[in-house]
């Protein structure tokens, strides 16, 4: 028979489970509420022990947990700044079929089943594709990187400052008249809205001369 003891458990007694369980040192973050997000594995993730609050002056780590069932959540990794993340469907388009987002558990199971329900079902599933969704926000970012750093290059050949990462189109420069894009980090868009025939010759010019000809 299950006793009140065995049922009553903390989040940070949780984690010193899933260590031993799995081998991982995972980690804690530190802030002061109820969402209690874990990482230093394969798969973050993240869960509610108690109600939510955010209480600058509340550690909930050692509280125990008053939900009957606990949620818990993949940490998908972030997209850039914004606040989205990459998802399965990024890779499927939709969610793969039985491929597992999140599980809850009964807490009234005790510590130890609720260690083993989050490697087994929550964690071991998402290994494979939270690698892949990181290879994603890498290739990503090189390429984000590649386009800013492709744009500063054409503000200085235009005697432009560089454009600002909080502006609209961070990497577009404009000059005489003309919109020149950094659309990948070796490719440019060149649109122009306006411009005068002495400008849009030159142009034209300039580009004959740097295009190599069709054998």
Do not use: C
């Amino acid at each position: 028979m299950t006793t009140a003891t065995e049922t009553t458990w903390t989040p940070r007694e949780l984690i010193a489970e899933l260590r031993k369980l799995t081998g991982v040192v995972w980690e804690i973050d530190p802030q002061k509420n109820t969402a209690h997000n874990v990482k230093g594995g394969a798969v973050p993730f993240w869960f509610h022990g108690q109600g939510w609050t955010r209480d600058a002056e509340r550690d909930t780590w050692d509280e125990p947990v008053t939900k009957d069932r606990i949620e818990f959540r993949v940490n998908w990794p972030m997209r850039g700044t914004s606040a989205s993340r990459y998802l399965p469907s990024d890779v499927y388009g939709d969610d793969k079929p039985g491929h597992v987002l999140g599980i809850t558990v009964a807490s009234n199971r005790g510590v130890k089943v609720a260690a083993r329900e989050v490697s087994r079902r929550l964690i071991e599933p998402n290994v494979a594709m939270y690698a892949r969704l990181l290879y994603r926000k890498r290739a990503d970012e090189e390429h984000q990187n590649g386009k800013r750093a492709l744009a500063i290059r054409l503000a200085e050949a235009l005697d432009k400052p560089a454009p600002s990462d909080s502006t609209y189109k961070p990497d577009e420069v404009s000059n005489w008249g003309v919109n020149f894009t950094a659309s990948g980090p070796d490719s440019v868009r060149i649109e122009s809205y306006g411009v005068t025939a002495d400008v849009a010759l030159a142009l034209i010019a300039a580009l004959k001369e740097a295009t190599p000809e069709d054998d």
